[in-house]
């Protein structure tokens, strides 16, 4: 088992930024992958962005040059760094935690994120 908290989420105005902190424990190895999703009022859940274990980064088109996703295996953290936010922004975001020696996918709770004037 894995488990995620995530913490740094709040209101923000327009073109301002946010850090956003996931801690991970339990079953953690280098290999697997981690992330960021976010759902949105009335949509659905969406990768935002996503670091492998051999440290490939993949960006949603939405977030390009705007975020950073960053990971520090010793201390089983994933950050996410969100700057030039807009109101299409807004959302939960929630960790995520890919463990390949069984497949499962684990999950934070999510934190809320308000970009608005």
């Known amino acids: 088992q894995v488990q995620l908290v995530e913490s740094g989420g709040g209101l923000v105005q327009p073109g301002g930024s946010l850090r956003l902190s996931c801690a991970a424990s339990?079953?953690?190895?280098?290999?697997?992958?981690m992330g960021w999703h976010r759902q949105g009022p009335g949509k659905q859940r969406e990768l935002v962005a996503r670091?492998?274990?051999?440290?490939?980064?993949y960006y949603a088109d939405s977030v390009k040059g705007r975020f950073t996703i960053s990971r520090d295996k010793a201390k089983n953290t994933l950050t996410l760094q969100m700057t030039s936010l807009k109101p299409d922004d807004t959302a939960a975001y929630f960790c995520?935690?890919?463990?390949?020696?069984?497949?499962?996918?684990?999950w934070g709770q999510g934190t809320q994120v308000s970009v608005s004037s």
């Open positions: 995520s935690y890919h463990q390949w020696y069984t497949n499962q996918d684990f």
């Open positions: 670091v492998s274990g051999g440290g490939n980064v």
């Open positions: 339990g079953r953690i190895f280098s290999i697997d992958d």
